[in-house]
């Protein structure tokens, strides 16, 4: 079992920036990717950005590239989230998650291959 923790939400002006963490806490050891997904009001959960724990392969949705960055510390179980440039449409409830420990990791951005998932927390971007 893996415990996620998000952190790091807020209210930001337009263009501003904000960054999220997610303290990992359990059986965090071995490779496996760690997500960041978000939900908006009336939609459905999507996928912002990946990573493997090991190995540093990254992932980005169209909508988040060249502004945000995903970056993990394994020495301090610790996934981040830089969010630059925001826009209103980034407003959202961003949830941090996880994939089971494997041999073979691959990123992928379906939410029903991530296993562990945080509490969420909420990035709203003001006018």
């Known amino acids: 079992q893996v415990q996620l923790v998000e952190s790091g939400g807020g209210l930001v002006q337009i263009g501003g920036s904000l960054r999220l963490s997610c303290a990992a806490s359990g059986r965090t050891s071995g490779n496996y990717v760690l997500g960041w997904f978000r939900q908006a009001p009336g939609k459905e959960r999507e996928f912002v950005a990946a990573i493997t724990r090991l190995g540093n392969s990254k992932r980005y949705a169209d909508s988040v590239k060249d502004r945000f960055t995903i970056s993990r510390d394994v020495v301090k179980d610790t996934l981040y989230l830089q969010m630059n440039a925001l826009r209103p449409e980034d407003t959202a409830v961003y949830y941090c998650?996880?994939?089971?420990?494997?041999?073979?990791?691959?990123?992928?951005?379906?939410?029903?291959?991530?296993?562990?998932w945080g509490q969420g927390t909420q990035v709203t971007v003001s006018l």
């Open positions: 998650a996880a994939q089971e420990p494997s041999r073979t990791v691959v990123i992928t951005t379906t939410i029903g291959d991530y296993i562990y």
